[in-house]
């Protein structure tokens, strides 16, 4: 029962210790009252049965020097009245029995030349003492009484002192029922509130405070508390409220920057395309038409104005592709990489299988993400492969995958002319080439594509080479899904 | 070719020659007419009323640009599309992108099929020449009369 | 009763080993009277001796029965003051005396030892038949085996002696 001590209610507490002090209080008393009264009891017995002996002694001593038994015999039987004298004995000074008390229930007269035990003995109490005249000892009186009486006047005391306690401790309780309720009162209230705040986080309410004690302090420490997360709670609304503006804000300034962008591609695509649309169709038309009129010089002119307006057209693609990457919305889904890359790969060698090849891509790569956006990424990726291994005897691509608990990364591997890893700075940046266009054609766009499609994707790139040695590049991608 | 024309609706003049000159060599023999602008073509088509005009009939399929000054491609498009003795006509629209929201409303008004202008001149030609084939020598415009009947 | 019995025998014994270490188990008759007479001392008060340190004359007139039985009490104190036993020859020779043991052999000076006695305050003691009744103060009689005694208290209280009232309770009779 202790032992669920701190699972009692706070008034089960409070009246049990209130009430346990208080019993304990009750009994302590009670029974120091029992045994004092019990103490005093058995003085005013000893004293009492010393006076009679004493009585009796001073009665006696001329009968016991005469040896005058019937005076005796009658000084005794005056304490046949006295019902708790048990036995009273005279004695000689040599220990002879002169007379003693004739009674039903006598015990015999001790030998008194044996060492008596006086006092409380067992069920009785006994004295002897010496009968004298001018301090000559003349005989000896034993008396002996039984303890009943007193034994049932203690009972007594103590069944009232018990009864008593009992009433006291029964009135205590209503008593304690009442107090206690001034004390647990407002910790209840107080609680009550608390829980009530905590339910229906109204930080409005205040508990109400009575009294200028430690608990009335409580109370309005809580109250205060609770003003303060009333107030907090305000002015982070207030701060959510303006930080929504803000957002709002910001995000159509962004969505305005969006389709202000939206409509430079549209105007881009459309509107840049005509002119080089003419200057190819016409230098074509030119070729055709008037081809037998130009010299040799003019031809090449003619040449390269063509191949500079198709230079030009897949500029413009690339940063077509470029602009949509950056500001289409991802629509990201479960994607099997491997499948993507066949088909890449597939295409590359369709469009051009001037050189044997060999292409290795690890089965059941799954990545997450926007599948528009990773095609593009990838194709860049192997276009380059291609592209920069044309010039090979064997050309070959690897394709791996490494997985980790958060992330996964996918290694591109051709066995091309690399590049010089001193400019690897340069490598993701828009427009910069690290191979001159005699070496290689190219936009510079497509790896500044690929970098801003796995920036979107929260991902990583890197890359590593070997001049002469073929190229690497690695694309870290996170596993979970956002 | 039963002597029907081709109806080619675009506004700038180098794309107009360009066109032409595409048709040409895809081997088609079809009349081509050239008109600028939307406004002109809905005039061409359907007159100064809502009467339809007998340059209808004369039509065999309409290349019409998406972007037209004035009266815009869609617009066009709907026009053929919503007067029934144009309903029929073969349009296909022209663009220079592939920007999927073109084609898909190109589409949901009733264009029967597309074409892009690419840089690449010969691509051109040989999208010309497919088209040549098919909505030139396989497909009929079913007779007016026929149309009115339904 | 017959541990009663048994106890008093021993005590009985015990008493006689130290009262009187000649005779038997069983006192004989002077020497219970010279204890008596002993203890009749310590119940009187003498009016005129004040002074306690003076020593308690016993005079005994006449033959003495006593003899050597008076020996144990010779030097006691009674009431703080030294037993001192005289055998005066005459009557007349009676002052000092405190109390005066009359021997039958002067049955026949009675009231001459009585004028004496109530003159010079002397308690008056003796085995003499009737003697309280003749004026004697403190006369002993023979119940059966048992010594006990009389008291005239009106010719002690004429002799200027107060006798105590327990002494007075424990006698056959008293004669006031």
């Known amino acids: 029962m202790i032992g669920r001590w701190r699972y009692w209610r706070l008034k089960t507490k409070l009246l049990f210790l209130t009430l346990f002090t208080s019993a304990l209080g009750i009994s302590l008393v009670c029974i120091s009252l029992i045994l004092v009264e019990n103490q ?71 030998d008194i030349t044996q060492p008596l035990e006086a006092g409380f003995v067992g069920d009785a109490y006994q004295l002897l003492i010496p009968v004298t005249l001018d301090n000559e000892t003349v005989g000896h009186l034993y008396l002996t009484s039984h303890l009943d009486v007193m034994r049932n006047h203690i009972r007594t005391f103590v069944l009232v002192t018990i009864a008593v306690g009992a009433l006291i401790l029964l009135a205590l309780v209503f008593l304690a029922l009442r107090l206690q309720r ?63 503006r803000i957002v709002e804000a910001r995000t159509s300034e962004l969505s305005m920057a969006n389709r202000e962008l939206e409509a430079f ?15 190819e169709g016409f230098g074509q038309a030119l070729e055709e038409d008037c ?6 010089a003019g031809k090449d002119y003619l040449r390269r104005i063509r191949a500079a307006s198709v230079r030009m057209a897949s500029l413009i693609d690339g940063l077509l592709v470029l602009s949509r990457v950056s500001r289409q919305p991802m629509e990201n889904e479960s994607i099997d990489l491997t499948t993507l ?87 993701f940046v828009a427009f910069n080439r690290l191979h001159t266009p005699s070496e290689f054609g190219g936009t510079g766009i497509g790896l500044a594509t690929v970098y801003r499609v796995v920036r ?27 | 070719m039963d002597g029907r024309s081709i109806l080619v ?122 088209l040549a084939r098919y909505w030139l020598q396989v497909n009929r415009v079913p007779n007016a009369s026929a149309v009115r009947s339904l | 009763m017959r541990d009663h019995l048994k106890f008093l025998l021993i005590a009985l014994l015990q008493c006689c080993l130290s009262l009187a270490p000649a005779h038997g188990s069983v006192r004989s008759e002077y020497e219970v009277k010279a204890a008596f007479l002993f203890n009749f001392t310590r119940f009187v008060t003498w009016s ?70 109530r003159q010079q305050g002397i308690l008056t003691v003796s085995d003499l038949p009737e003697f309280v009744r003749k004026g004697g103060m403190v006369g002993y009689v023979k119940q059966g085996n048992v010594i006990r005694f009389e008291v005239n208290l009106k010719a002690a209280t004429d002799a200027g002696l107060t006798i105590n009232s327990r002494l007075l309770e424990l006698a056959v009779r008293v004669l006031r």
């Open chain 1, 341 to 427: 890359l066949q088909e890449i790969s597939d295409e590359l060698m369709n469009i051009d299988d001037s050189v044997p090849t060999e292409v290795n891509i690890q089965k059941g790569i799954q990545v997450v993400g926007d599948s528009r956006m990773l095609r593009v990424a990838f194709q860049n990726l192997l276009e380059n492969a291609w592209k920069y291994s044309a010039r090979v005897e064997k050309r070959r691509v690897d394709v791996s995958a490494v997985e980790t608990v958060s992330s996964i990364t996918i290694e591109v591997r051709d066995n091309g002319v690399g590049f010089d890893m001193r400019y690897i700075d340069k490598l």
């Open chain 1, 182 to 244: 001034i004390v647990s009162g407002p910790i209840l209230t107080l609680s009550e509130t608390a829980e009530r705040i905590a339910r229906d986080a109204d930080y409005t309410i205040r508990a109400p405070v009575s009294g200028t004690d430690e608990l009335g302090r409580l109370g309005n420490t809580f109250n205060e508390m609770i003003g303060t997360i009333e107030q907090q709670n305000r002015r982070i609304l207030e701060s959510r409220d303006s930080l929504e």
């Open chain 1, 456 to 482: 979107r994707h929260h991902g990583e790139i890197s890359a590593s080479s070997e001049v002469g040695k073929g190229a690497r590049f690695d694309v870290t991608l996170p596993v979970s899904r956002r």
């Open chain 1, 291 to 296: 081809g037998e009129q130009l010299n040799d």
């Open chain 3, 48 to 117: 005129h001796a004040e002074n306690s340190a003076e020593p308690l004359e016993i005079c005994i007139v006449g033959t003495d029965p006593f003899k050597e039985l008076l020996d144990p009490i010779r030097g006691r104190l009674s009431q703080g003051r030294e037993l001192q036993l005289r055998y005066p020859e005459i009557a007349s020779d009676l002052s000092g005396c405190d109390v005066l043991y009359i021997s039958e052999s002067q049955s026949r000076n009675l009231n001459l030892l009585f004028d004496a006695a």
């Open chain 1, 40 to 110: 005093n009891y058995r003085k005013q017995l000893e004293s009492e049965l010393h006076v009679i002996a004493g009585i009796l002694a001073e009665q006696s001593a001329a009968a016991l020097l005469f040896t005058d038994r019937e005076q005796l015999g009658s000084i005794i039987s005056s304490l046949k009245r006295i019902g708790t004298i048990r036995q009273a004995c005279i004695y000689t000074p040599g220990g002879g029995v002169l007379s003693a008390l004739e009674s039903q229930d006598t015990r015999p007269c001790p």
């Open chain 2, 9 to 130: 609706i675009e506004d700038n003049p180098d794309d107009q020659i360009l066109t032409v000159r595409a048709l040409k060599s895809a081997s088609v023999d079809s009349p081509v007419i050239v008109l600028e602008d939307g406004e002109e073509a809905l005039k061409f088509l359907f007159g100064d009323g809502d009467q339809p005009s007998r340059n209808v009939e004369s039509v065999g399929v309409v290349l019409l640009d998406v972007k037209l000054p004035k009266v815009g491609g869609l617009e066009v498009l709907r026009h053929l599309r919503s007067s029934p003795s144009t309903q029929w006509l073969p349009v296909i629209m022209v663009t220079s992108s592939d920007e999927p929201a073109d084609l898909l409303e190109a589409y949901r008004l009733g264009a029967n099929s597309f074409i892009t202008k690419p840089i690449d001149y010969r691509e051109f030609v040989e999208q010309m020449t497919l």
């Open chain 1, 265 to 279: 591609s549209y105007s881009v695509s459309h509107d840049l395309r005509q002119p080089l649309r003419a200057i």
